[in-house]
Antibody, heavy 120, light 114 residues
Framework: EVQLLESGGGLVQPGGSLRLSCAASGFTFSDYAMGWVRQAPGKGLEWVSGISDGGGSDTYYADSVKGRFTISRDNSKNTLYVQMNSLRVEDTAVYYC????????????WGQGALVTVST | DVVMTQSPLSLPVTLGQPASISCRSTQSLVHSDGNTYLSWFQQRPGQSPRRLVYQVSNRDSGVPDRFSGSGSGTDFTLKISRVEAEDVGVYYCMQGTHWPPGFTFGPGTKVDIK
């Protein structure tokens, strides 16, 4: 059974940094592209970032986070990361780790989410 | 950029009755490989999203057969043949054809019981 477990969420001040982790199990992590999706309180889903399978040489970002967020993966630890810098109030959201199926053009599994709150 | 719209945004339904959600894209979702990468997700209250349908009409494992997806090009539909109490939640369509830079979600349709 696929399991994705996010950690690292919390309260941070505007301009601060946070790193989220997603521990994956139940599948061969290195074989799959992954990504992050967020959901602001009471709002819809927003794609944040994606990374290719294998070594993760290809990364993609939504315009709203480009230059501030960095996605990475450590296949030896079966873990996906997102480093979030220069955080803004509008980055407040639940961040979901997402597994992409072969071909990468959908999401077939989601984590339980990690809440990031950016506030003074 | 591709924009996804859904209608209605709110859908009160009677138990046992059918329900239908429309999803439209501003560009064709037919990929150059011939596939159409349109998925549907269900998000029950307090839960993570769950995929129901991929590539327009393929149901995921474990998804009840009362859910069905259809459509082509820019116009897609998710139908629930007979709504049950456990179907309450928000339903999102998502395109994966125009990648990169990433996926585009519809705004969501909230389904609740009358």
């Amino acid at each position: 059974e696929v399991q994705l477990l996010e950690s690292g969420g919390g309260l941070v001040q505007p301009g601060g940094s946070l790193r989220l982790s997603c521990a994956a199990s139940g599948f061969t992590f290195s074989d799959y592209a992954m990504g992050w999706v967020r959901q602001a309180p009471g709002k819809g889903l927003e794609w944040v970032s994606g990374i290719s399978d294998g070594g993760g040489s290809d990364t993609y970002y939504a315009d709203s986070v480009k230059g501030r967020f960095t996605i990475s993966r450590d296949n030896s630890k079966n873990t996906l990361y997102v480093q979030m810098n220069s955080l803004r109030v509008e980055d407040t959201a639940v961040y979901y780790c997402a597994k992409r199926p072969p071909g990468g053009r959908s999401i077939d599994s989601w984590g339980q989410g990690a809440l990031v709150t950016v506030s003074t | 950029d591709v924009v996804m719209t859904q209608s209605p945004l709110s859908l009160p339904v009677t138990l046992g009755q059918p329900a239908s959600i429309s999803c439209r894209s501003t560009q064709s979702l037919v990929h150059s490989d011939g596939n159409t990468y349109l998925s549907w997700f269900q998000q029950r209250p307090g839960q993570s999203p769950r995929r129901l349908v991929y590539q327009v009409s393929n149901r995921d494992s474990g998804v009840p057969d009362r859910f069905s997806g259809s459509g082509s090009g820019t116009d897609f539909t998710l139908k629930i043949s007979r709504v049950e109490a456990e179907d309450v939640g928000v339903y999102y369509c998502m395109q994966g054809t125009h990648w990169p830079p990433g996926f585009t979600f519809g705004p969501g349709t909230k389904v609740d019981i009358k």
